[in-house]
């Protein structure tokens, strides 16, 4: 696993552009030759076609295999270099605390057009504060990394106790 993580370091980027552009040129293909079929057909027999599967099931895959690959590397990471991911795993944490405390603050709408539209598409109460809680923690982060880049622009990064500074 650890040649692997090597291999991937180095020459990562190359492997995932030369597959991706493999797919492309396939999925091109696979169109370019069933164009003159599809546009044969009728409007509503467009929508049934099976031209485009190839292309919406390789990028299906694709981003379900690099959140896996991304997670598993981390994990590894973390064992390979315990010292450097002592301060990812902190923020992680505190990612993990924003949501956590935006889940549990949550207040589930019972009327009005918001419990209307949780009716409309069966959005359970817990659900609901799950939505709540992801939407809170985004706009937390985003608060958060533009303050810290005024604060990187404005040289005071210092004032943060050099917590993003390597040591």
Same mark, same amino acid.
Not at 139 to 149: P, Y
């Given at each position: ?13 190359? /492997?995932?552009?030369? =597959?991706?552009? !493999?797919?492309?040129? &396939? #999925? %091109? ?7 003159? @079929? ?22 299906? /895959?694709?981003?379900? =295999?690099?959140? !896996?690959?991304?997670? &598993? #590397? %981390? ?7 315990? @010292? ?53 923690t985004a706009l937390w982060l985003g608060v958060i990394s533009v303050l810290s880049i005024v604060l990187t622009e404005l040289g005071v990064g210092s004032l943060l ?7």
């Amino acid at each position: 696993m650890t040649q692997l993580y090597n291999f991937l370091s180095k020459r990562g980027q190359m /492997v995932s552009f030369g =597959l991706g552009l !493999i797919i492309i040129l &396939l #999925f %091109g293909f696979m169109v370019w030759n069933g164009l003159d @079929g599809f546009n044969n057909l009728g409007k509503e027999e467009q929508g049934t076609t099976t031209i485009f599967n190839f292309g919406l099931m390789a990028a299906i /895959v694709l981003v379900v =295999l690099a959140a !896996i690959l991304v997670f &598993l #590397f %981390g994990i590894l990471g973390i064992f390979i270099n315990p @010292g450097d991911s002592k301060r990812s795993l902190i923020m992680l944490l505190v990612i993990a605390a924003i949501f956590g405390v935006s889940y549990m603050t949550a207040n589930v709408e019972t009327t009005g057009k918001l419990a209307e539209l949780y009716s409309k598409f069966s959005v359970t109460p817990n659900v609901a504060k799950f939505i709540h809680g992801g939407i809170v923690t985004a706009l937390w982060l985003g608060v958060i990394s533009v303050l810290s880049i005024v604060l990187t622009e404005l040289g005071v990064g210092s004032l943060l106790g050099g917590l993003f500074s390597k040591k």
